[in-house]
């Protein structure tokens, strides 16, 4: 044994631990060669995994508990000290969420050429948070200026807040705003030597907003500064950021990947070896590791075993649905496109919208070219949407509380359909200046179409839109009626 130091008792399992440790990068190499769609089935729950260890369980068990138990205090002290592979306690790690966290990291990182891995955390929010501390943390500012980081002002409300009022304004990080992203003179001249990291989301919610990923991360790199991406809208299905040069991707499972909605979750996932001037190696190797060991153990955002299954189940069909919902959101795009009651149609995958060719350039259905019924490289834009009302903010009011069938709430990425009125909503506290500032006018609706046959959403929204004129059917909510029966309203 090399390890010096360690006792012939430690040493034995340090050795039994790297015997397995062998076997299992074997299975990650088996699975790498694998189609999407089998790593999202299959991730590394195989037959042997089950039959060894699991009972024989066919799917994932759920390991409920908050701590592992060790045979004797040698395996307790190398476990406690990270010499062997554990989950000690399930603030750190566990069963469940290993097997959730290796399908995540081999989807991020399908068709790229490195290796990948990943840190699930109980949010997108937390995911953020957690992939964007460390780089704050480590070493002081030059000459003892602030540090400051670049990200794009289109990015998801939480994520602005996050930013703007928790680091910029709270703690003295200043966060510089990149307006136009893909304007690239302007990534360019937001960076000074105490830059951090730059920060993109793509294609935004609720904006849509698109840039040149390949261009951004040369940007990056060549400041030696890493490019973190939050590629929640896309999920790994049309886009791999890793793919175009992005050190680290956030995912807010609780969207696309998890389109049932059964709960929230988030991901943190990143290349090996990613590029930072200034953090140690042992961040730099293995950043969702690093973060796992270290800052998340002491913090505590980590994410129930429950909620991980339930996530990965979903998982499993990610690139079936995200096809049908891409399908589907275009016919009910195009519908709209030639309503007479709408002003205005947004979606990346119109060729009307001004950033349709450059989102062409990245979005693409994963593995099209592998299906029998595609054959060939296919674009698909996803389940995001929005519309413009024409008759001002309480003629789009009258439409949206006429869906019938399209569910009023503030979500995304959900097999049911679901639309939001974001002035009212996601974007209330930005203000009229703000939401001016980020195109969010009183009459935009966001629609997220998901797996109903189109047919019966545009139905939905062809009914709604007569609404504008005519009278309004509401639905009582059961608490206030008896049955929860409908009653007829006049229009306002
Ligand atoms: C919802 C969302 C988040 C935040 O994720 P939570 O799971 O709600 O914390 C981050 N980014 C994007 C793009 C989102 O849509």
């Known amino acids: 044994m090399s390890d ?50 699991n009972q024989g369980s066919i799917i994932e068990p759920i390991y409920m508990a908050s701590s ?21 306690y399930s603030r750190i790690a566990n069963p469940s969420l290993f097997y959730f966290e290796n399908v ?26 957690s992939a964007t501390e460390p780089f704050l943390s480590i070493g002081a500012g030059g000459a003892g200026r602030p540090m400051n980081f670049v990200a794009t002002c289109q ?43 730059l920060y993109g989301e793509l294609p935004s919610n609720p904006g849509q907003a698109f840039f040149d990923l390949a261009a951004v991360a040369e940007i990056a790199h060549r400041h030696g500064l890493p490019l973190i991406i939050d ?44 590029t930072c001037r200034f953090a140690p190696e042992e961040l730099k190797a293995d950043f969702p590791m690093y973060i796992k060991a270290l800052p998340n153990r002491d913090n505590g955002p980590n994410l129930s075993p429950m909620n991980a ?25 195009e519908f709209l496109g030639g309503h007479p009651q709408i002003e205005k149609v947004d979606y990346l995958g119109l060729p009307a919208h001004p950033l349709h060719a450059l989102a062409s350039r990245y979005l693409f259905l994963v593995d099209a070219e592998h299906d029998p019924e595609y054959g060939r490289p296919i674009n698909r834009y996803g ?22 069938r399209i569910w009023r709430a503030t979500d995304l990425g959900r097999v049911k359909s679901v639309a939001t009125i974001p002035a009212i909503s996601t974007h209330q506290q930005q203000g009229e200046e703000g939401r001016r500032l980020a195109d969010v006018p009183p009459n935009l609706i966001r629609l997220c179409v998901g797996g109903e046959h189109p047919d019966d959403v545009i139905a939905d929204l062809d009914q709604a839109l007569a609404a504008i004129t005519g009278k309004v059917t509401v639905s009582v909510p059961a608490a206030f009626s008896v049955g929860g029966a409908s009653r007829e309203v006049p229009g306002r």
């Open 68 to 88: 592992q138990a060790y045979r004797d205090s040698d395996e307790m002290e190398a476990a406690l000290a990270y010499l062997v592979p554990t989950w000690c």
């Open 4 to 53: 010096a130091g360690l006792s012939p008792g430690v040493a034995r399992y340090v050795a039994a631990a790297q015997e397995a440790q062998r076997r299992r990068n074997e299975e990650i190499a088996r699975m790498r060669r694998c189609r999407f769609d089998t790593i999202a089935v299959h991730g590394l729950y195989t037959m042997s995994e089950s039959l060894d260890y």
């Open 155 to 197: 990015v998801y409300g939480g994520t602005f807040q996050q930013f703007a009022v928790r680091k910029d304004r709270e703690k003295g990080v200043e966060c510089r705003w990149v307006v136009r992203s893909t304007d690239l003179e302007e990534w360019e001249s937001k960076i000074d030597e105490n830059t951090r990291f």
């Open 104 to 129: 995540l990291a081999l989807l991020e990182g399908y068709g790229f050429d490195g290796e990948t891995s990943c840190c699930a955390t109980s949010s997108g929010m937390a995911a953020i948070h």
């Open 231 to 274: 590629n929640t809208v896309g999920s790994p299905a049309l886009l791999r950021p890793l793919c175009h040069g992005a050190d680290v991707v956030i995912q807010s499972v609780t969207k696309t990947l998890t389109s049932s909605g059964f709960g929230i979750a988030g991901a943190v996932i990143a290349r090996k070896n990613l």
């Open 383 to 404: 389940h995001l949407m929005s519309l413009r009302v024409k008759g001002g903010a309480a003629a789009t009011r009258r439409v949206f509380d006429a869906f019938q």
């Open 309 to 333: 299954i339930l996530s990965l189940n979903d998982m499993r069909t990610l690139r079936s649905k995200v096809d049908l919902f891409s399908r589907n959101t275009m016919r009910v795009a």
